[in-house]
């Protein structure tokens, strides 16, 4: 089955950048995508990227795919507090049953003032 | 407009007992999924319902675990005979599923359950 990797605890100081990389497993997922958890909230869609492409920009938010090391990686630049969050990493692989998305585990970013 | 939501928000139940969980989809979504979340843990797919399909069961960790969906509307997930460890947030998702692959699942706000 697919299995999606994130690691599971990142740290950073207000201002700075996060880095938060995933890898996963189906090189035929056409789109992979960052969902963004919230304490006592649901998961809620943050960005994606299409597979044809490399990079996408969107505000201080920016997704890296390299499709050769099937590596994703979201980077938020200027982390504010209020992005503490849980960050999921998924993919829908082409051959998998139409309309399933396969999370990882989530990474916890904590952002210190 | 309505979001996906979920009932109850918190159940607390002793070992043993049947809990039901309820999803309220939005409406023309039709597809529909139920996670689990342990406490520090990562998403946990159980089952995924898509139209007249058959359900994708693949998730379910054991027979004590079902669910049903009438027609591209409610679902409820029952979990017979709860143990401790079926102690977590249940989250339900909902989302259009068409041909491009792509697919945005929109989430509730989970339900909470606590077995003593």
């Known amino acids: 089955g697919e299995d999606v990797e994130q690691s599971l605890f990142l740290s950073v100081r207000e201002g700075d950048s996060s880095v938060i990389n995933c890898t996963y497993t189906d090189s035929s997922s056409t789109y992979l995508y960052w969902y963004k958890q919230e304490p006592g909230a649901g998961l809620q869609l943050l960005t994606y990227i299409f597979s044809n492409m490399d990079m996408k920009q969107d505000q201080r938010l920016t997704v890296l795919l390299n499709k050769k090391d099937k590596h994703l990686s979201l980077r938020i630049a200027d982390t504010q507090t209020g992005d503490s969050a849980i960050y999921f990493c998924?993919?829908?692989?082409?051959?998998?049953?139409?309309?399933?998305?396969?999370f990882g585990r989530g990474t916890q970013l904590t952002v210190w003032p | 407009g309505a979001g996906v939501s979920q009932s109850p928000s918190n159940k607390v139940t002793e070992k043993g007992k049947d809990v039901e969980l309820r999803c309220d989809p939005i409406s023309g979504h039709t597809a529909l999924y139920w996670y689990r979340q342990r406490l520090g843990q990562g998403l946990e797919f159980l089952i995924y319902?898509?139209?007249?399909?058959?359900?994708?069961k693949s998730g379910l960790p054991s027979d004590r675990f079902s669910a049903e969906r009438t027609g591209e509307s409610v679902s409820t997930l029952t979990i017979q005979r709860t143990q401790q460890e079926d102690s977590a947030v249940y989250l339900c998702?909902?989302?259009?599923?068409?041909?491009?692959?792509?697919?945005?699942?929109?989430f509730g706000p989970g339900t909470r359950l606590t077995v003593l």
């Open positions: 998702a909902s989302s259009l599923v068409l041909g491009g692959h792509f697919i945005e699942q929109f």
């Open positions: 998924a993919e829908s692989p082409r051959g998998s049953t139409l309309g399933r998305l396969y």
């Open positions: 319902f898509q139209g007249n399909s058959a359900p994708d």
